[in-house]
């Protein structure tokens, strides 16, 4: 069992001085947010794969737990709409393949046109998926939240091939009190779901968008300290990943999050590490601030 909490990126220079260290280069980059975090979103591979010399040298820049969780290049997902991808998905995996057990899950994204009328060539890509990987899936259109049979068909499909539904949560961006250019560039990005907090695989994957205030989003965090201590509990693999419209506050969104789960399952996971640039760590949120039984999701 394990919880790995990470960021949907690692080489951002607002973190310089704060998670990386005042002379942290670009090239370090990595290795410092591996020192703190234990996974990575990483969406790059979303427009373009890697070099192979980049892919060498990421595995050698983290520790043996860490976890690389890729984004299915968009060419599968969004232009081929998963038919006739089978190409594309190979060459996908040979260029991963070198990072061997530093990968996680990888992260299929159906675009909001992604209906239910796409179902079978879903079904169709997902069984032929190398049952090696571990996948999970996220689905936006509001088809698969009908709370009816497209979502029960999406649950036993995903169920059967032992494969896991994103979780995504958004609220708190779209709760936001403070509309900045980076929060209203956000709410136009992303969706506005329905929040499942079910997945039938055993490596629950949560994508968490937060707001620039850490102290604003600590109660939608502490919404999910259940379920998933409940998942550490069953034995489960957890991913969580945090997001801010700016990117300089989803490692402290991550920060809260570890230590309220850390706080609760202190036999199941270890408080964060310091933070290198840091100084003074920031305070773990005030209990006043987290939910209440009736405000869990």
Known sequence: MAL??????????GWVGNLF????????YLRHYAQVFGAVEANSTFYALPPEDVVARWREDVPEGFRFCFKLPRVISHERMLEGAELETERFFARMDPLGDRL??????????????HFEALARYLETFPKRR???????????FDEGET????????????????????????????LDATTV?????????????RTPGQRPFVRFVGQNDTRAASGYLGQWQAPVTQWLDEGREVYFFTHAPDDTFAPRLGRVFTHLVARARPALVEAMPEWP??????????????PTAEEQP
Do not use: I, N, Y
């Not at 996680?104 to 009328?117: A, M, T």
């Open 151 to 178: 979502e029960a068909r999406l649950t036993r499909l995903l169920t059967d091939l032992g494969m896991d539904r994103v979780l995504f949560d958004s609220r708190p961006l779209f709760a936001s009190k403070v």
């Open 21 to 28: 260290p005042p002379d942290a280069k670009p090239r370090d």
């Open 134 to 144: 571990a996948l999970a899936v996220e689905v936006r259109h509001p088809d698969w």
């Open 104 to 117: 996680g899950p990888f992260f299929l994204q159906l675009g909001p046109s992604f209906d239910k009328s």
């Open 185 to 197: 560039a956000a709410q136009g990005r992303k969706p506005r779901v329905p929040v499942r907090t």
């Open 277 to 290: 640039g840091e100084v003074a760590p920031e305070p773990e949120p005030q209990l006043s601030l987290l």
């Open 4 to 13: 790995r909490v990470g960021c949907p990126l690692w080489a951002f220079r």
